[in-house]
């Protein structure tokens, strides 16, 4: 990263600890040009700028067929249709089978998460001074960073919607009682999960199917980001923008192996790398 011009600094020891307020770190990264966002309220935005430049929003609209007619493509939804030139597929890991294999072309893991009450000034001096984002090198990852209330957000993966789907939750207050044991005892507000899209490649799919129709997805986790960089080039290729002259290739929509098979699996994932994280701690403290 350094090579290519990025601002990473190593800490480890002390400085670590003081970075980050847990002790469960030795060695870190800090990416000086890093930040992070509420993603519900970066979404709204996008939508009000939408709306004010003249897009019509439609929520809670589910596509349930799309079809080309008369030159043009028809999407229909219960409550009504549109006919347009063009479509774009944007449901990253909530595509279903509307298009022909597009769910295939990727693994739907789980991103589960709790909010903690909100932190003292005094717990939130030692615990992430900087009001940084963390985020670790496990299999079953830990990340964390607040809220603008001071609440603590603490994530890992999950199997399901479900928090609490096999031991979800007891797996998120293991968790960060680890990263910060001085909150093992913090009451725990909200609970919630999302689903990720995640490629072989661990990089987004920007496809084109049929003449019209562009899809984007496979953001594997860093969508705050990378939809950003997709959208643009989502944008740019409706405009006429050459394949050539994009941040991503086009690429045929190539269905995963054995994906079902997989797909049924997936909620066994979590406790499966769960337990592989306990291992490595065992046999790394050997």
Known sequence: WAAAGADIVELDGDAVRAASGSPAYSFALRHAAGGHVQPLSLTRGYARAAAALGAQLFKETPMTSLERANGKWRARSDKGEVTAENVVLTTNAYTNGLWPRLRKTFHPLVSIIIATDPLSDTQQREILPGKVTISDSRLAIFYSRYDRDGRLIFGCAGSSDTVDTLGGYARLRRGLKTVFPQLADVPIVRKWAGRIAVTPEMMPHLHEPAP??????????????????????????????SADDLPFPIVPITPLPFHELTRRLIPLAAPAMTMKDRFDTLTDGA
């Open 212 to 241: 019209g129709v562009l899809a984007g997805l496979g953001f594997s986790g860093r969508g705050i980001a990378m939809t950003s960089v997709m959208g643009r080039a989502l944008s740019a290729k409706l405009l006429g923008t």
